[in-house]
Structure formats: C-alpha cells, structure tokens
C-alpha cells in the first residue's frame, strides 16, 4: 500500500495561490534603465513569449513543478505485505581463533594435510548455513577481539565472511581468549535469557587481552549466556628432517583445563577436534540445540518512492527553462548578423 511519511506538506499546495492573492498584483515601478531597442523587443515578445498559448503552457508547468516537490517532500514510501521472522531460534555468537598457530598443518582429509585454519572455515561456514531461525554473530580473535558481525538472519552472509577469512586480518602473534569471550557477552546480553549461545573455537592458551578467560566465563555466567568450547589440534604429529622422525604434540599449549572449566560453568560442554571428522561431529552435535520459542515478529518491506516526483520535477523545470529561453531574440540577431555580413561581401571593395 502507498503511504507518505509526511502527509501534512500537502498543506503546502495552496501557497502559490495564496502569494498570488495577497502579494502578486502589486503595483510595478516604472523602469529606470532607457532601452533604445525597446519597441523592437516588444514585437518580439508580443509574437513569441506572451502568446497565449505559450503563457498557458508554462503555468501549466510551473503548477505541476510545485506538484510534484510538494509529493516529494511528503515521503511517499510503498509498504508492502507483511513478512513473518522465524518465531523460532537461538542468539548464536561464533567465536573463532584466527591467530597464527591455526596455520598448523596437522588436520588429515583423504592422505592429505590441511591446515586447521582450512578445515574450520570449511565447517563452521557449513555449519552456519544451517541454523535456519537463528540468528548468527561472529567474532573473530588473535591478539585482539573484534566483531565481524553483529547478530543478523542472514545466514548466508556469515557463513560466506567465515569462508572469506584470512590469517593475518589480526595481528596473529598471541590469542586473546578472555577478550573474545568478554566482546561476545557484551552482544549478546541484551538478547532474550534463554537463547544465549557461545561456541567458541581455539587451538591455544591465552596470552594477551586484558580479561582472562575465567573472567571472561564467570561474566558470561552472570548473563546466564551458554558457552561451548571447543579445542583444535591434533595430539600426535610425526614431523621427519634429515636426522630422521620425530613425533611431536602440536597441541601441547592447548588449555584444556580452563576451556573445560569456562563451558561447565556456564551450562555448556567443552569439546575436542583432533581430527577433520571430529570437527565435524561436534558442529553436527551442536546442530541439534533446541530452539526457544520467542515472540512473533513481522517485518514490512518499504521501497522510498520520492525520487520520482522530484526527478518529474527536475525534467519539467528543464522544459519551462527551454520554453523561457528568448529563442526568438537570439534568432532575430543571428539572422542580422548573417544579413550584415552578406551585405559586406556584395559592397564595393568587399572582394
């Protein structure tokens, strides 16, 4: 349906009239500057610019200029059906460690080593885009903590900025866990109790920010918000040079203990991705958190229209503005111009 924002500037209609009435018939001042070619221009006038027809059509004009500023100026805006928002869902906020450690190649798909970085953009991504009803947030962290993307339906949106992400988007040298933790509480704690959700995804230890990771979990306790952990990194890696094999644990700084201690006491679960199918176990596990009911909310799309009266009002102002010019003085002077110069030419003495 047609609705306009402002519908009382309709009240501005009438003014012309009302200049006209109290303002228009005002009594003239007799010229002060002397015009030699005054009877010439008069002629002029008199055959082109004060016909009838010609003074016609330019009120006309100017009539549907004002028109077409005063509906302009009211906003009018279509307003279409309303949508319904899924009733259904979670505040989901997605934690994920972009520092530098997940450039480890440790993560094995069909005799071939990945980066942990890799697999999880390939399965958080995935697992994003099927939230259907939730809405998703994603926090991005190394040494610092910053939102990517505040909480929004568009599942396809976050799950493409995961698939886009790059190491190095962050100072990568160090891992702010309490931050990330700390920045996702403060988004999510306006959000309704029973549907605040955290998965975090780190493959260290805190060593940077300027909240620790317990702090940041007893925060997220008092907002009643759920956080599951979730540790990256295999346990055994064999890594051969030219002394030979040596099998190392890339995931000796994993803190296990403080991750496991931050989900329980929040009510969620920590969890371990050693490998690409564990990772992908435990997102599909997640998959299954039961949705909340909230109240029905509706959305109406509106599509501004009020650049087209003003754009009618701009292609008419250039026609009464082509329709003014003195087409006829200018067409008076030029063939003067041309009679001269004919003139000149035939004379004697003009060759």
Same mark, same amino acid.
């Given at each position: ?108 798909? $069909?005799?071939?080593? @990945?980066?942990?970085?890799? +697999? ?8 994003? !885009? /099927? ?32 698939? !886009? ?5 962050? !100072? ?24 605040? +959700? ?12 300027? +909240? ?11 907002? $009643? ?26 995931? =000796? ?10 989900? !329980?006491?929040?009510?969620? /679960? ?15 596990? @997640? ?25 009618? =009002? ?27 110069? $004919? ?9």
């Amino acid at each position: 349906m047609l609705e306009f924002t402002w519908p009382w500037a309709l009240l501005a209609l009438p003014l012309p009239l009302l200049v006209y009435r109290f303002f228009g018939r005002a009594a003239r001042q007799d010229a002060a500057l002397y015009v030699p070619f005054f009877q010439r221009m008069s002629q002029l006038q008199t055959d082109s610019v004060r016909s009838d027809a010609n003074r016609l059509i330019k009120l006309l004009l100017l009539c549907l200029i004002w028109i077409a500023l005063v509906l302009a100026a009211t906003r009018p805006q279509w307003v279409g059906e309303p949508i319904e928002l899924p009733s259904t869902g979670r505040d989901l906020m997605l934690v994920v460690d972009i520092s530098g450690s997940m450039e480890a190649r440790d993560m094995v798909l $069909n005799n071939a080593q @990945l980066s942990r970085f890799e +697999v999880m953009k390939a399965v958080v991504s995935d697992f994003a !885009e /099927r939230r259907e009803g939730d809405r998703l947030g994603l926090i991005l962290f190394a040494a610092h903590a910053y939102i990517q993307t505040p909480l929004t339906f568009d599942r396809s949106t976050v799950a493409k900025l995961i698939a !886009e992400l790059e190491i190095g988007m962050i !100072e990568e040298s160090a891992t702010a866990i309490g931050d990330a933790i700390g920045l996702g509480v403060k988004h999510l704690r306006e959000r309704p109790a029973d549907s605040r +959700v955290m998965i975090m995804l780190t493959d260290g230890v805190n060593n940077a920010g300027a +909240v620790t990771p317990l702090q940041a979990g007893q925060l997220a306790q008092t907002e $009643n918000i759920k956080i599951y952990t979730i540790g990256m990194g295999a346990d055994n890696l064999v890594q051969r040079s030219f002394q030979g094999a040596r099998a190392i644990n890339p995931s =000796a700084e994993l803190d296990e203990e403080n991750l496991t201690q931050i989900a !329980e006491s929040t009510g969620g /679960r920590y969890f371990r991705a050693r490998d690409v199918q564990d990772l992908i176990d435990i997102y599909a596990e @997640l998959d299954t958190l039961e949705a909340i009911e909230q109240d029905q909310q509706t959305f109406r799309p509106i599509n501004v229209l009020f650049y087209w009266p003003l754009g009618l =009002a701009v292609l008419l102002s250039f026609l009464l503005a082509i329709l003014s010019f003195p087409w006829a003085i200018l067409l008076s002077r030029s063939a003067a111009a041309s009679t001269a110069t $004919n003139a000149g030419q035939t004379a004697p003495g003009g060759q």
